[in-house]
């Protein structure tokens, strides 16, 4: 995870096939390894062995989503059936955030509130924003709009989620 954070990609898939070694059926490893060969522009099948492990896992319908490179103008129906179960949106969501996949995570989540208005998603876009870039306006926006929403579950539990909201509770003590 920490070699993710750096974007050392080379570093990653050598831990990740050091792990692979020692535990070849963890959906975990094969996920990473998925997403490692995505940004290398790979075709490969460590998605579908992950799927093989773990085929109800939410992340790996994240990647698969993340995977198409294209913006459809419709919702995604790879994200259609996570949209009734918003913790596993939140989720995701904090899973491309602790990787420092900001990118993934901006994307992730825009087709999510496509999909299904969650707070705690727009908190974290703001929260990325604010780490990742000089965005304070857009920022601002996603706070504004997220304190704008009612209060529902999912409620914070996750240490990034924690974590993201304190900081933010910092730059908007007014929200």
């Not at 096939?17 to 990473?32: G, Q, Y």
């Not at 992340?59 to 995604?76: G, I, T």
Request: overall charge negative.
């Amino acid at each position: 995870i920490q070699a993710f954070r750096r974007s050392d990609w080379e570093r990653a898939a050598a831990h990740l096939d050091d792990a692979l070694l020692v535990n070849a059926e963890d959906h975990f490893i094969w996920l990473l390894k998925a997403i490692l060969a995505r940004k290398a522009g790979e075709e490969t099948e460590d998605l579908l062995n992950a799927h093989y492990l773990a085929p109800l896992e939410p992340l790996l319908r994240m990647e698969s989503f993340l995977a198409q490179n294209h913006q459809a103008a419709e919702k995604s129906p790879l994200v259609a059936p996570l949209a009734e179960n918003p913790d596993a949106l939140v989720e995701c969501a904090c899973f491309l955030a602790e990787l420092g996949l900001f990118e993934d995570l901006s994307r992730w989540i825009d087709e999510c509130l496509r999909h299904r208005e969650v707070p705690m998603l727009r908190y974290l876009l703001a929260d990325a924003l604010f780490e990742r870039s000089e965005m304070p306006v857009d920022a601002a926006n996603q706070v504004q709009r997220a304190g704008q929403a009612p209060i529902n579950p999912p409620y914070p539990w996750r240490e990034r989620e924690v974590s993201a909201l304190r900081r933010l509770s910092e730059r908007f003590p007014q929200d």
